[in-house]
């Protein structure tokens, strides 16, 4: 029952705050100086995240958060070689910007860390208590009977609000599988209907089409109307659009 | 609304805040109530007043235009006591770094949380919010895009009564300002920190005596 409500989720500093507990482990200011000397050390802190990620399940998905660190660890090595070659390195603007930025972004953070700390420090020490509205707690603890206290902490008020948000998602995917109708697709099956019939209408070509498939319908008729292929009339505003095929000589 | 009208709907606001329990809007308030919104402000303002009393157990919690009731921080070891257990559970380094960026500077967005970071954050917001310690609006001014909260359930955890009220508040804020606007003069900094470093060491030490 402990787990019932436990998300895995591997969990380290970002590379800001690891950045800014590195320079200040070693009592420097912030500059392109410092960055250099604490290059290695972020250089190691990556080797040990990667060494764990790959100890991990699912590996797949924390590329997408290594790979800002491994951005951050090619700055630093870019920062540290100019630093040791002892001539200037060809002036990149964009790079010599992002490393006034990232120093600016250390500064702020360095200013803002004392934050981590006071959250750190109320942290569960003095808890507001509230309870659930009394109806939708009776369903909830029906159905998921909620364990103790501890792991009820942080779920049944907002079961409810967490369901109605994958209902929005199943909804949201339905959608989209619908809305897939390429307009390349379209064009190959009007290509094919042209091939047996010489002329036809768009109420025809459209019927029992959904909205996304009267435009790429539509998108696709133009297409064509542009190649050549086809010929549009329309009679009068809102009329429907005569479709006839060109037949080449 | 005359004086004995007025009593009498403070007496209905607590009792409906006891039944209802959860986040509750002004505008269901003054719905429930049948009366103006404009009244339900400052009939929740009384009432947050009446509960200051040193014979009150209780205490509002406020958020994103909504309220609720709970129990005073001072009075946690209560319910330690009846379950004979202590509730612990630690914030990682990430949830902290989120948690402190959203408390401090909501509503923040995502490649705002991501910038001060400098990392992906998706992963920790989506864990955050099962957690029930965030919440997330769309951005009226930004398609596709959401803006983060602390949820009630985060207020609670941390025995406060609004996100104004963490301590220096206002100072990050201000922080934030300057930076925002490039004119961060580094001897003001370092007399910031000083500064909140200090409260910091002093809340220590008053807890420990």
Do not use: C
Not at chain 1, 133 to 159: C, M, T, W
Not at chain 2, 86 to 105: G, K, M, N, R, V
Request: net charge negative.
């Amino acid at each position: 029952m402990n787990n019932v409500y436990k998300l895995k989720i591997f969990d380290f500093e970002g590379p800001i705050e690891k950045l800014v507990e590195l320079i200040e482990d070693k009592k420097l200011e912030i500059n392109e100086l410092s960055l250099a000397q604490i290059t290695a050390d972020f250089l190691n802190y990556l080797e040990n995240l990667t060494s764990q990620i790959q100890s991990e399940e699912n590996k797949k998905q924390y590329l997408q958060i290594l790979s800002s660190f491994v951005v951050m660890a090619s700055r630093l090595i870019f920062i540290k070689s100019k630093s040791l070659l002892n001539f200037n390195l060809e002036k990149d603007e964009e790079e010599e910007k992002a490393i006034k930025d990232l120093e600016h972004r250390l500064r702020w953070f360095k200013e803002f860390r004392p934050a981590l700390k006071i959250i750190k420090n109320l942290w569960l020490k003095n808890i507001i208590f509230s309870r659930s509205y009394l109806e939708k707690k009776f369903l909830v603890s029906h159905i998921f009977a909620p364990g103790n206290l501890k792991d009820a902490f942080f779920a049944p008020e907002y079961l409810n609000k967490i369901f109605g948000e994958f209902e929005k998602i199943l909804k949201e995917e339905k959608t989209l599988a619908k809305n897939i109708i390429s307009l390349e697709e379209k064009i190959k099956s009007l290509l094919a209907h042209f091939k047996l019939v010489q002329e036809t209408n768009f109420s025809k070509l459209s019927e029992n089409a959904s909205r996304q498939e009267l435009i790429v319908t539509f998108l696709a008729i133009l297409h064509l109307a542009r190649e050549g292929l086809i010929s549009l009339e329309q009679n009068g505003y809102f009329s429907d659009i005569i479709i006839k095929k060109r037949n080449h000589e | 609304m005359n004086e004995s009208n007025k009593n009498k709907k403070l007496a209905e606001l607590e009792a409906l805040l006891f039944i209802y329990g959860e986040p509750i809007s002004f505008k269901k308030i003054s719905e429930v109530l049948e009366i103006t919104e404009d009244d339900a402000l400052k009939l929740v303002e009384d009432f947050k007043e009446s509960l200051e009393g040193e014979n009150r157990g209780l205490i509002l919690l406020f958020s994103e235009e909504k309220i609720q009731i709970g129990t005073k921080p001072e009075f946690s070891s209560i319910l330690e006591k009846l379950i004979k257990k202590e509730i612990s559970e630690d914030l990682t380094p990430a949830s902290l770094e989120t948690l402190a960026l959203i408390l401090y500077f909501s509503p923040i967005s995502r490649s705002k949380i991501e910038y001060h970071r400098g990392v992906d954050s998706s992963f920790i917001l989506k864990s955050l919010l099962l957690r029930g310690l965030i919440e997330r609006y769309p951005d009226p001014k930004m398609p596709n895009a959401y803006l983060y909260v602390p949820s009630f359930n985060l207020l609670r955890h941390l025995g406060i009564s609004k996100k104004e009220d963490l301590p220096d508040y206002q100072k990050f804020n201000e922080l934030n300002k300057k930076f925002e606007e490039g004119k961060l003069v580094q001897e003001d900094a370092n007399h910031l920190s000083e500064n909140i470093i200090e409260n910091i060491n002093q809340e220590e030490q008053n807890k420990s005596q």
